[in-house]
C-alpha cells in the first residue's frame, strides 16, 4: 500500500499552492483531484474555439512589484514564483451602482476616498476613522473572535445608503454568511478590493494553473486526476490515509482536505460531534460575447456591482435567481486585453434547491430566463451596446455541484470555518474555502499557511 507525508483532497488553487509548500520542503505529497484538471472552483475549458474561464472576473489583492508585506507578494514568496510570471493587468476602473449613487473605485484608494467625501461629504470623517480601524485590525490572526462587520461598521458609518455601498462588493465577493460578514472576512476583503484593488493575468485562470502545476511537478509532488476520495480513514480519530472511489486505499501522516468542511466531515465514518451547516450562497454565471469590444463603444468600467434596490440583499433568493443585482463583469477593460471578441460575465444570486428539482426542460427554460435577464442588466447599463451577442454560455448553481461536488452548489462554502484548519480528527486539516481565505489569492495564501502551520513546523510549535 502506498504510503505519504500528507495527502492533499482537491486541486483547486488552495490544494496546488499547499502541494508546492510541501514538496518544496521534500515531503513525499500527493494530491487528489475528482477532475480531469486542475483549478476547482477557477477553473478552465474551451467551447467553440474560445478559451474560457469558468470564475474569474478579477484576482483581488492586486500589489505592483516588490510592494512588501502585501499577501500577493508574501504569497509568491512562498511558492517562489516571479512577480513578471503573472503577467498581471491592472484594472481600468469599477463601481458600484445603486438607485441614485454610484462609487467608483480602482487600484488607488484615494480615488474612492475622493468619491466618498464628494458624494457622503457627511461621512468623510466616519470613513476615515472606519480606515484608521481597518488598517490597524489583524484580520488574519487565528485567534480573531467572530464579530458582525455590520454592526462595527456602523458604530463609524451612519448613512444607512453608504454602508449597502461598501458592504456590496465585499459580500458577493467573499461572504459564506446571509447579509452579513464576519469582521476579520469584512476586513480581508476590503484591503482586498478596495485598498489593494482587481488585477487580471493576461491568458486568465490558465496561466496561474499552469504556473502552480509546473512548479508543484518541478519539485516533484505527485498529482492523480480522476482520484476521487470517497472515504477518509481514520481509528481513534487519528487520519491515516484515504480511500479511492476505485476502492484504492492510500495512506498518509496527514491528511489537507480543500473539499469543505460538510464535505470532509461527511467523507469520514467515525461519528464526530461537529456537524457543519452547509452554506446557502450559490450563483449563475453568464457569459456573453459581443462583435465589438466594450472600450470600442466607449465603455471603460472592468467590474460593476449593481444594485436596483436602495438596500443590498445578500441571501439565497426565493426564486432560481435574484436579478435584481448582478455583479457585471467586462474582462476587455485591463490593461491589456487579449481576447478576441467582447465578452461580459454576469453573476447572479441563484438557489440551487430550486436548481437542482427542475426537469430537463425547465432547466433549460430557466437558463433561458438567465440569458435575457442578464441581457437586461447589459442593455440598462450599456444601452451602447444594442446588438445580440454572437457567443452565450451560462452555468447554474448544479454546474456548481458537479464540478466542485460542493453541497449545495455553494461557492463560499459553509458558515462554519475553522480558522486555525484544525477538525475533531487528529492530522486532518482544512484548507481553503472552509479554513475561511476566499477567492484566488485567499485559497492560495490557506493551502500555504495551513501547511506550514500543520506539516513543516516542528511537532508541538503549532499550537
Ligand atoms: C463563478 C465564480 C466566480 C469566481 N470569481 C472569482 C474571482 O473573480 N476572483 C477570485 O479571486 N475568486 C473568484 N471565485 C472564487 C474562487 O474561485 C474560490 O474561492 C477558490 O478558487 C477556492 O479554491 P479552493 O482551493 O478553496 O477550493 P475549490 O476550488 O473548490 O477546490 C476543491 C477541489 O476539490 C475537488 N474535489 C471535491 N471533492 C473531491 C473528492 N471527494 N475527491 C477529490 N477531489 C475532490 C474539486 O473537484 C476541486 O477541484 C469565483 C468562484 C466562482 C464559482
Known amino acids: 500500500m502506498k504510503s505519504y507525508d500528507t495527502i492533499i483532497i482537491g486541486a483547486g488553487m488552495s490544494g496546488l499552492a499547499a502541494g508546492i509548500r510541501l514538496a518544496m520542503f521534500d515531503k513525499k505529497v500527493l494530491i487528489l483531484e475528482k477532475h480531469t484538471i486542475a483549478?476547482?472552483?477557477?477553473?478552465?475549458?474551451?467551447?467553440?474555439?474560445?478559451?474560457?474561464?469558468?470564475?474569474?472576473?478579477?484576482?483581488?489583492?492586486?500589489?505592483?512589484?516588490?510592494?512588501?508585506?502585501?499577501?500577493?507578494?508574501?504569497?509568491?514568496?512562498?511558492?517562489?514564483?516571479?512577480?513578471?510570471?503573472l503577467a498581471l493587468n491592472e484594472q481600468h476602473r469599477s463601481k458600484v451602482v445603486f438607485p441614485n449613487k454610484e462609487l467608483s473605485f480602482t487600484n488607488d484608494?484615494?480615488?474612492?476616498?475622493?468619491?466618498?467625501?464628494?458624494?457622503?461629504?457627511?461621512?468623510?470623517?466616519?470613513?476615515?476613522a472606519l480606515l484608521e480601524d481597518v488598517r490597524n485590525f489583524n484580520e488574519v490572526s487565528l485567534e480573531n473572535p467572530y464579530e458582525s462587520a455590520k454592526e462595527r461598521v456602523s458604530k463609524f458609518i451612519d448613512d444607512e445608503c453608504l454602508r449597502?455601498?461598501?458592504?456590496?462588493?465585499?459580500?458577493?465577493?467573499?461572504?459564506?454568511?446571509?447579509?452579513?460578514?464576519?469582521?476579520?472576512?469584512?476586513?480581508?476583503?476590503?484591503?482586498?478590493?478596495?485598498?489593494?484593488?482587481?488585477?487580471?493575468?493576461?491568458?486568465?485562470?490558465?496561466?496561474?494553473?499552469?504556473?502552480?502545476?509546473?512548479?508543484?511537478?518541478?519539485?516533484?509532488?505527485?498529482?492523480?486526476?480522476?482520484?476521487?476520495v470517497s472515504e477518509i480513514l481514520t481509528e481513534d480519530t487519528k487520519a491515516k490515509g484515504v480511500k479511492l472511489e476505485t476502492g484504492e486505499v492510500l495512506l498518509a501522516d496527514k491528511v489537507l482536505s480543500s473539499i469543505g468542511y460538510p464535505e470532509t466531515v461527511a467523507s469520514i465514518k467515525e461519528d464526530l460531534e461537529v456537524k457543519p451547516r452547509v452554506g446557502k450562497l450559490s450563483f449563475t454565471e453568464t457569459i456573453l460575447c459581443y462583435d465589438k469590444k466594450p472600450a470600442e463603444l466607449g465603455i471603460k468600467d472592468t467590474i460593476v456591482f449593481y444594485n436596483e434596490n436602495d438596500a443590498y440583499h445578500y441571501r439565497k433568493p426565493k426564486t432560481l435567481f435574484d436579478e435584481k443585482s448582478a455583479v457585471v463583469c467586462l474582462p476587455n477593460n485591463f490593461e491589456i486585453d487579449d481576447y478576441s471578441d467582447g465578452m461580459i460575465r454576469l453573476t447572479f444570486m441563484a438557489n440551487f434547491d430550486l436548481w437542482e428539482n427542475l426537469s430537463e426542460e425547465e432547466y433549460k427554460n430557466e437558463k433561458n430566463k438567465?440569458?435575457?435577464?442578464?441581457?437586461?442588466?447589459?442593455?440598462?447599463?450599456?444601452?451602447?451596446?444594442?446588438?445580440?451577442?454572437?457567443?452565450?454560455?451560462?452555468?447554474?448553481?448544479?454546474?456548481?455541484?458537479?464540478?466542485?461536488?460542493?453541497?449545495?452548489?455553494?461557492?463560499?462554502?459553509?458558515i462554519d470555518?475553522?480558522?486555525?484548519?484544525?477538525?475533531?480528527?487528529?492530522?486532518?486539516?482544512?484548507?481553503?474555502?472552509?479554513?475561511?481565505?476566499?477567492?484566488?489569492?485567499?485559497?492560495?495564501?490557506?493551502g500555504i499557511s495551513m501547511a506550514n502551520l500543520h506539516c513543516l513546523m516542528p511537532a508541538g510549535a503549532e499550537s
Open 39 to 85: 483549478g476547482g472552483l477557477n477553473s478552465f475549458y474551451a467551447r467553440k474555439g474560445r478559451k474560457l474561464d469558468v470564475g474569474l472576473h478579477a484576482m483581488t489583492n492586486f500589489a505592483k512589484k516588490g510592494e512588501r508585506g502585501k499577501p500577493l507578494t508574501k504569497l509568491l514568496k512562498q511558492l517562489r514564483i516571479p512577480y513578471s510570471e
Open 109 to 128: 484608494l484615494n480615488i474612492f476616498t475622493d468619491e466618498i467625501i464628494s458624494k457622503f461629504p457627511h461621512e468623510k470623517d466616519g470613513f476615515m
Open 164 to 228: 449597502e455601498m461598501i458592504f456590496c462588493p465585499l459580500l458577493i465577493y467573499g461572504s459564506a454568511w446571509e447579509d452579513d460578514m464576519d469582521f476579520s472576512q469584512f476586513v480581508i476583503m476590503f484591503k482586498s478590493i478596495f485598498m489593494e484593488g482587481f488585477a487580471r493575468p493576461e491568458g486568465g485562470v490558465r496561466r496561474v494553473i499552469t504556473l502552480l502545476m509546473k512548479k508543484y511537478k518541478e519539485l516533484g509532488g505527485e498529482i492523480k486526476f480522476r482520484s476521487g
Open 370 to 414: 438567465v440569458l435575457e435577464a442578464s441581457k437586461d442588466i447589459v442593455r440598462k447599463l450599456y444601452p451602447s451596446i444594442d446588438m445580440e451577442p454572437n457567443f452565450v454560455d451560462i452555468f447554474t448553481p448544479k454546474t456548481i455541484k458537479k464540478f466542485t461536488s460542493h453541497h449545495g452548489g455553494t461557492v463560499y462554502g459553509s
Open 417 to 446: 470555518k475553522s480558522r486555525d484548519g484544525k477538525t475533531p480528527v487528529n492530522g486532518l486539516y482544512l484548507i481553503g474555502t472552509d479554513q475561511g481565505f476566499l477567492g484566488i489569492v485567499g485559497a492560495m495564501l490557506s
